[in-house]
């Protein structure tokens, strides 16, 4: 059994690696307007969302570069994340079946650093983190992130995860080699899922976390052709909510013993007219202790 000093130690060694990893320039982002299939949404765009104008992202004082992650963006991409979500703690639930899989493990990696998050992603990007042109593919079950970063540097500024989630309500684990172990209900249909869009604390307030969000969309809907797409979000984290809500997002359901506390609000968002409504959606929910959420009435 390792002490508790020296797993602080490895814990270290581990970060020192990992900001050993981040001079590789985050320049390797493939741009969205190479793509033929994303340059339509990227010319579009510029009107929905200043943030992305071109003149915006080429400004001498600050480039940046909007483009899909590849392999040795990882370790900037997960900088950004991980100081978004550094306040997130790990909690599985007390007699469910991760907590005693994962007794013994569960106080190590507590929160999340750059090092978990970074091999987080690799293991969820798979071998679309080699392909990045093939964005459009639909039906493949690894991660695509679309992230903005300064052309000049390492540092991201902002990033967005879509992957194909069974849409059943249950929020995806910290641990992601045992995802695939967790419970699942057949009839729940497989649906784009959003995950881990953030913003560097001094860049928010800008829009890129709405144009992010119209990028994950542009791809479920247009590119990957499917009618609804799927989040969680914190019950506490307000502003995550309302820019939801002002993007068209309905809630679900309520999780109370999700993985991470405080509560989590499972969200999904109609993209063509043949979605199924809020009763259908419901119908999928997994578990009992996910509780359905009404939407308030409009003022």
Known sequence: ????????????????VSRALLVVSAEGLLPLSRLAATESWV????????????????????????????YRDVPAVASVIAESFSSVVVNTPAGSWESTALDGVAKVVETYDVVEY????????????????????????????????????VDAVAAVELRLRQADGT?????????????????APTRPYVSNLCVAKRCRRQGFAKALLDAAEFVAGHLWGYDSIFLHVHENNQAALDLYRRAGYLAVASDKTAYAAPSLIYHYKPLSADTPDLAAIERHILRDDLFPVRPAASS
Do not use: N, W
């Open 43 to 70: 010319r579009s765009s510029s009107e929905r969302h200043p943030a992305l104008d071109e003149s915006r992202l080429a400004a001498e004082a600050d480039p940046l570069l909007l483009g899909v992650m590849e």
């Open 118 to 153: 970074s091999l987080g992603l690799r293991l969820r990007c798979g071998e679309r983190i080699s392909r990045p042109r093939d964005l459009a593919v639909p039906d493949d079950p690894c991660s695509v992130v679309v992230a903005v970063a300064r052309t000049d540097s």
């Open 171 to 187: 929020a995806p684990g910290p641990f992601v080699f045992l995802d695939k172990l967790r419970p699942r209900r057949d009839l």
């Open 1 to 16: 059994e390792i002490e508790a000093p020296s797993l602080a130690r490895y814990r270290h060694m581990g970060q020192a």
